[in-house]
């Protein structure tokens, strides 16, 4: 039989542990993010990546650049990105 002390230590640990385990098994929802070069201009999108920003929020942020905006027209109609800076 668990002794009382024992118990107790291993609710407090279990209620400690929760917000991380819950955290980290959150799910995590992919985004694409189309822009047109890796310029200056677009610099927020990698550095909120490259901050958690994303993470945070529960997404993958992936930054795919297009080259040209009738592209990132195309992918953002036929949905294979999320979000498009033109």
Not at 7 to 26: D, H, K, N, S, Y
Request: aromatic share 8%; glycine share 8%.
């Amino acid at each position: 039989m668990l002794s009382l002390k024992l118990l107790r230590t291993v609710l407090v640990a279990v209620f400690l542990l929760q917000p991380i385990t819950a955290g980290e098994l959150r799910a995590q929802t992919e985004i694409k993010i189309g822009i047109i070069s890796p310029t200056f201009g677009h610099a927020p999108f990698y550095i909120a990546r490259e901050k958690g920003f994303f993470k945070k929020e529960g997404l993958v942020g992936e930054v795919i650049v297009m080259n040209r905006d009738d592209l990132i027209l195309q992918a953002l109609v036929s949905e294979s990105i999320q979000f498009g800076n033109i």
